[in-house]
C-alpha cells in the first residue's frame, strides 16, 4: 500500500488534474466510512484535488462533460480475479499500441485507465472498449465489468457518472491506498507506484484505440448518426428567484463574518458544527462544504444549521425578512438591516408569532 503524498508540486498536480476533471463545476465525496457519496456542486479547486491526493477526503470525478466528452476511460473490473483481468487486457492494449493504467483495489478487483490527451466524444471510446472486453470473454455486465463513463452523453442539468480518483483513500478498504501498475511494452516490465507511475502513463487518442477494437465497431461507427449535444442552461442548478435574491445579497463569507467566524484567503474557515481545530470548512461563494463533518450546502442551509431551525423554509422566509426581499416580488429593491441577521432567531420568532396570529 501507499503512503498519503506529504507535498504535490503544482506541475503534478495540474497534470493530474488534466487527467480526471472532466467537469470543474461538481465533484463527489465518499463518507468517510465507505458507506456511500455526496455529490457536491461547487468548483473543484485544487486545494480540494491536493486534500484527495494527501489522504485526507476521497473525492471522485464525473463524466462525461456537458459536450459528451471525456478526458478518460475506465473498466472496472469488479470480481475476486479483476486484477487479472485488468492486466491482461493492460498486455493485449500495450501490445497494440493502446496504453493503460491498472489501478490495484481491496479483493482482487481492480480499475483499467485510458488517458486522453484532449477531451474526446465518449461514445465511440464506450463501443470500442465494449467490444473489446466482449472479445476478450468478459462482457459488460453491473457489477461485474462495467465501463465508465457510463452515458454517450447527459441531459443539460444532468451530471453523468461517478468513479472514485486514484491515489486516494479507499474508504471501504481501511483507508488503504492502492498503487497503479504501468507496463512497458518494449521491456515487458511493470512499474508500480504512486503519482509518478501515473503521469507516466501517455495518453492515447481516438484513432488508436479503434485500431485495437473489433472490426464490428468501426463499421458501426461509420454507419452511426452522431447525437446533437444538449443545450446546456447558463445554470445547470436553476433556482427560485427568491433564492436567487438571497444568493445576490448574503454570501458564506458575510454570514460567517456575522457570527465571528472568520474566512482566510484560502476560503477557507473553522467549522461551526464540530471541534475543528484547524479550517475544514471550505467557502465557494454562497455554497460551503465541511471536509471535517460533512456538513454542506447553500448559504440559506448554512443559516438554518447555525440557527437550529427544522425546515430550509423557515430559513428563508427569516432572510427574506432580513435582507428585505419581498416573496412575492424578490427584484423589488428593499432594506438589508445587519441588526436582523445577527438576531436572526428573534426574526424567526417573529415569523412563527405572524403564523399563529393568522391562522
Not at 508540486?9 to 461538481?26: C, K, P, S
Not at 461547487?42 to 464525473?62: E, K, M, N, Q, S
Not at 472486453?133 to 465508465?148: D, L, S
Request: charged share 25%; aromatic share 8%; net charge positive.
Amino acid at each position: 500500500m501507499l503512503k498519503p503524498l506529504a507535498r504535490i508540486a503544482e506541475a503534478d498536480l495540474a497534470a493530474y488534474r488534466a487527467r480526471f476533471v472532466n467537469r470543474d463545476d461538481v465533484f463527489g465525496r465518499q463518507w468517510d466510512d465507505g458507506g456511500g457519496w455526496v455529490r457536491i456542486p461547487a468548483p473543484l479547486i485544487d486545494d480540494i484535488l491536493r486534500a484527495h491526493l494527501r489522504g485526507f477526503v476521497t473525492i471522485g470525478y464525473y463524466g462525461p462533460d456537458h459536450d459528451g466528452r471525456t478526458r478518460w476511460a475506465c473498466v472496472d473490473f469488479d470480481t475476486d480475479d479483476g486484477e487479472d483481468r485488468g492486466r491482461r487486457l493492460q498486455r493485449w492494449l500495450a501490445e497494440r499500441d493502446v496504453p493503460a493504467l491498472v489501478e490495484r483495489s481491496a479483493g482482487g478487483r481492480c480499475h483499467l485507465w485510458l488517458f486522453f490527451a484532449a477531451p474526446t466524444a465518449a461514445a465511440p471510446i464506450r463501443r470500442a472498449l465494449h467490444g473489446i472486453v466482449t472479445e476478450m470473454g468478459w462482457p459488460p455486465e453491473p457489477g461485474v465489468v462495467e465501463i465508465f463513463p457510463k452515458h454517450d452523453s447527459i441531459d443539460a442539468d444532468g451530471f453523468g457518472s461517478l468513479i472514485r480518483g486514484p491515489l486516494g483513500r479507499h474508504r471501504r478498504a481501511g483507508g488503504a491506498i492502492f498503487p497503479v501498475v504501468r507496463y512497458d511494452a518494449a521491456t515487458g516490465r511493470y512499474h508500480s507506484g504512486g503519482l509518478p507511475v501515473l503521469l507516466a502513463t501517455p495518453t492515447v487518442d481516438l484513432a488508436q484505440l479503434l485500431a485495437a477494437a473489433p472490426r464490428s465497431v468501426t463499421v458501426a461507427l461509420a454507419f452511426e448518426t452522431p447525437r446533437p449535444a444538449p443545450t446546456r442552461r447558463d445554470d445547470p442548478l436553476p433556482v427560485s428567484p427568491v433564492t436567487r435574491a438571497i444568493y445576490e445579497r448574503l454570501s458564506v463569507r458575510q454570514l460567517l463574518a456575522e457570527k465571528g467566524i472568520a474566512v482566510n484567503a484560502a476560503g477557507k474557515a473553522r467549522c461551526p458544527f464540530h471541534d475543528d481545530h484547524h479550517p475544514s470548512l471550505q467557502d465557494y461563494g454562497t455554497r460551503f462544504h465541511c471536509f471535517g463533518c460533512g456538513a454542506h450546502g447553500d448559504v440559506i442551509t448554512l443559516y438554518q444549521l447555525l440557527h437550529r431551525l427544522p425546515e430550509r423554509w423557515r430559513a428563508r422566509h427569516a432572510l427574506c425578512d432580513q435582507l428585505g426581499i419581498d416573496p412575492d416580488d424578490p427584484g423589488r429593491p428593499g432594506r438589508r438591516d445587519d441588526a436582523l441577521v445577527r438576531r436572526g432567531p428573534r426574526v424567526v420568532q417573529l415569523s412563527f408569532w405572524r403564523e399563529l396570529k393568522g391562522a
